[in-house]
């Protein structure tokens, strides 16, 4: 039987790692110089985007003064994120899964960046409104039960 959304919230648990994160804009030939970035990172928790416009790349905000001289006309943002893993392993046919944690963020008022690795889903929250975030999610857990 197929996993659904109810079964995935009531067994996900919200994972942090307690680590302050920077979203970084680079122009699209800087993707080497990124990679290369995340490579020597070499510990989770990161992202590497590239679309036709530009290289997005998650960082610990701790890395960014380490690595930014190799980060040509990077632009990092203002706002500093924390990570919640939903650490339930999600079935690839899921559906709905993400609109339910959006919508519960949505009600509270939560500005998310959703990030989707193979089995499981990540969500970055404004720092500031990271304790809010858990308790919502922990709500929208509850009751799902």
Same mark, same amino acid.
């Given at each position: ?29 800087? $993707?080497? *110089? =990124? ?8 510990? /989770?928790? &990161? @992202?590497?985007?590239? !679309? ?48 339910? $944690?959006? *919508? =519960? ?8 960046? /959703?990030? &989707? @690795?193979?089995?499981? !889903? ?24």
């Amino acid at each position: 039987m197929p996993q659904t959304v109810e079964q995935a919230l009531a067994q996900a648990r919200s994972y942090t790692d307690g680590i302050d994160y920077l979203y970084i804009r680079l122009p699209p030939q800087a $993707i080497t *110089a =990124a990679a290369g970035v995340l490579a020597e990172i070499g510990q /989770p928790f &990161a @992202a590497l985007i590239v !679309d036709k416009d530009e290289v997005s790349l998650l960082i610990p905000e701790e890395a960014l003064a380490d690595f930014a001289r190799r980060l040509p006309g990077y632009t990092a943002s203002a706002e500093r994120y924390r990570l919640i893993t939903l650490d339930v392993v999600l079935e690839p046919t899921l559906v709905g899964f993400m609109a339910r $944690i959006s *919508a =519960a963020l949505a009600a509270a008022q939560i500005s998310i960046l /959703p990030l &989707a @690795a193979f089995s499981r !889903d990540h969500i970055l929250v404004p720092k500031e409104q990271h304790a809010l975030a858990i308790a919502a999610l922990e709500k929208l857990r509850s009751a799902s039960k």
